[in-house]
């Protein structure tokens, strides 16, 4: 489904399955966040095709966290062109405190082929900001594209909910403090992992509010 010029979203509506929102962003390099699993790859490989496109064309993905339903899908691409890339701290998370996550899927099944940090992410023509968001997990991030003013938030905010934090390395002030940090962004378009995505600044706006009004005094 396009949600703007360049950006398109494949969500995720299927309540028998658990799997993520993936987002393609469309422009003179191809950008893949969030494959979800492996084994319900085709729901994103058939969005592609009516795209005219295929995992072949993809350059980069971008994976927000370690969690099975966000990263699996990346082992379709570790025999092709496409750039994988994860935050450094979620790798370290994945391999050195939650080693079951990874035996759970029989091994991670691919490498990153590098990993992010903090600041300033340039592909191609394409300027975004890598945000370290933990909270739901330690290396947790949110990529921020200013000129579309797109957010691409994982696992960290939904439309009127948030991220879980009873998960392994899971922190509720962490989370806190990583979504009044995202709120201070100028986003037109709220995209999260799951769930519908937000668009209009003044919904996206109320929706912070609101999440911090009625979810915070839980964690």
Known sequence: MKITDYLHGFLWSDPRENNANTYLIHG???????PGHVHLFEHVSGRLEDLALKAGDMNLIVITHAHP??????RVFSRLPALIAMHALELEFIRDLAPHYEAAM????????FLLQEGELEVGDMKFQ????PGHSPGSLCLYWPERKALFTGDVIFSQSLG??????????DLKASIRRLSMLDVEHLLPGHGEWISGRGRVRANFENVENMWFGYL
């Open 106 to 113: 029989g091994g991670l099944g691919f490498q990153p082929d």
């Open 164 to 173: 879980r934090t009873d998960l392994p390395g899971g922190s509720g002030e």
């Open 28 to 34: 003179d390099k191809n950008i893949l966040i969030d």
């Open 69 to 74: 339903d966000h990263m699996e899908g990346a």
């Open 130 to 133: 890598v945000l370290h968001t």
